[in-house]
């Protein structure tokens, strides 16, 4: 679903997916701007444990600290289930810039082939947010409001 709930413009304020892959895997995406305070979190549960990544390093600093947090099961479900042990990790440089452009100049200049953020995933991501869109079928609740 999506809704211009908040901001008079036309596009979406508030996007909703809950998405199923054709193994049963289920993923949740809500991505807003009408929250009042930016935020970014992003959780992985699977059988053995979890991660959960929030913030974004910024020059404004205003997503808060980049953490990893990575918790595993550690006995059988019986035991230690709500609160298990996590370990944070806490960022304080974001290299991912640099990267992407040293990996840009290898394809350019030195004839690689790219690796991370193909012409055929982002067509991939594209049919899937046309997905979406073709999936809001509540009347009034379309990405023009």
């Known amino acids: 679903m999506t809704t211009t709930a908040f901001w008079k413009i036309e596009v979406e304020d508030n996007a909703f997916a809950l ?3 054709r193994k049963g895997r289920i993923a949740m995406l809500h991505s807003s ?31 808060g600290d980049e953490t990893i947090t990575v918790a595993r099961r550690q006995f059988d479900e019986s035991f230690a289930q709500g609160k298990p042990r996590e370990e944070v990790i806490y960022f304080d440089t974001d290299p991912s810039w640099k990267r992407e452009l040293a990996e840009f100049v290898d394809c350019v200049l030195g004839g690689k082939p ?3 953020g ?7 991501v594209m049919k899937l947010v046309q997905t979406i869109y ?9 990405a023009l409001g």
């Open 19 to 21: 998405l199923r892959d």
């Open 114 to 116: 790219v690796i991370y």
């Open 118 to 124: 193909t012409s055929a995933d982002a067509l991939a």
């Open 33 to 63: 701007s009408t929250h009042w305070k930016h935020r970014f979190n992003l959780e992985i549960f699977m059988s053995d444990g979890y991660l959960s990544i929030n913030g974004i390093l910024s020059s404004t600093r205003s997503y």
């Open 134 to 142: 073709e999936g809001n079928q509540t009347p009034g609740l379309t």
